[in-house]
């Protein structure tokens, strides 16, 4: 299993940002895919999961309503839309998939939202 994120920037606080995390190494169409991010001295969150088919999704509720995400089961990628982004939102964004009951994880990327 491999995943890998890219996307991470700088951005003002109110701004939006895509990330991408591109999945090989299993069926990807089979398993839901999920977003956690990381915060300078804080432990992992959950941000968001999208299910197999991509018809329904969850999200932390400190992203609810300004995160979308969306996954291209061709393309094996899962995508995450980050809008009216805030200085909290700033952490490293990670991919993750739960394949054969392991939690894998990509590289993860950053996210720093500043003026």
């Known amino acids: 299993v491999q995943l890998v994120e890219f996307g991470g920037d700088l951005v003002q606080p109110g701004g939006s940002l895509r990330l991408s995390c591109a999945a090989s190494g299993f069926t990807f169409s089979d398993y839901a895919m999920s977003w956690y991010r990381q915060a300078p001295g804080k432990g992992r969150e959950w941000v968001a999961t999208?299910?197999?088919?991509?018809?329904?999704?969850n999200f932390a509720d400190s992203v609810k309503g300004r995160f979308t995400i969306s996954r291209d089961n061709d393309k094996n990628r899962v995508d995450l839309q980050m809008n009216s982004l805030k200085p909290e939102d700033t952490a490293v964004y990670f991919c993750?998939?739960?394949?054969?009951?392991?939690?894998?994880w990509g590289q993860g990327t950053q996210i720093t939202v500043s003026s």
């Open positions: 993750s998939v739960r394949y054969r009951q392991v939690d894998y």
């Open positions: 999208i299910s197999m088919t991509g018809r329904s999704a």
